[in-house]
């Protein structure tokens, strides 16, 4: 595997990640929709999923080193894969299945543990099961679902290569 498509394909995931977190910051100030907890979740992983391709980009790292930069991503958009699921399926349940109302994500973190916020945080709240936005009749979580998982199969796009070396190295012993 050529180490130029590989820098090329993490350039090109930050690029993705950082007009996608455009667009959510654009939502959230220019057209005033407020986040869950979820969605927060969310950006957190789409800022970490671009932090690592940008310095996998700049680092310009040997094969070994590419392929754990690209297994971080994954796990990053697969996370976010997770969450982004999570929050589609609160949206599709009955609205006695969805959680109270909670203050915001800075009052569960101050007064609960790290782990019994988390554990509220999926279990979901009023504001993650309300659509406010649609494009192409497509909540912002089944974007956001379809962006992580792009993104995924970019991941596994990268990892082909060295499969299919793998195999022909071995077919030829």
């Known amino acids: 595997m050529s180490l130029a498509p590989s820098r090329s394909l993490f350039f090109l995931a930050f690029v993705a990640g950082a007009l996608t977190l455009g667009a959510s910051f654009y939502l959230e100030y220019g057209v005033s929709l407020r986040p869950c907890f979820l969605c927060q979740v969310q950006r957190i992983l789409l800022a970490t999923f671009m932090l690592i391709n940008l310095v996998a980009a700049l680092h310009n790292p040997k094969r070994s ?17 997770v969450t982004a ?39 979901g709240t009023v504001d993650c099961v309300e659509i406010n936005w649609t494009l192409f009749d497509l909540s912002l979580p089944e974007w956001s679902l379809l962006f992580f998982v792009a993104m995924l199969i970019l991941g596994i796009l990268q990892f082909l290569p060295l499969l299919f070396s793998r195999r022909a190295v071995v077919t030829r012993q």
Not at 65 to 81: D, E, K, R, V
Not at 95 to 120: F, H, K, T
């Open 85 to 123: 699921v999570r929050q589609v399926l609160l949206q599709n349940a009955a609205p006695e299945q969805v959680g109270d109302c909670w203050p915001n994500l800075q009052y569960m973190i101050e007064n609960l543990s790290p782990w019994q916020a988390l554990q509220r945080t999926f279990r």
């Open 65 to 81: 080193a590419s392929y754990l930069y690209g297994l971080a991503s994954m796990g990053c958009a697969l996370l976010g894969a």
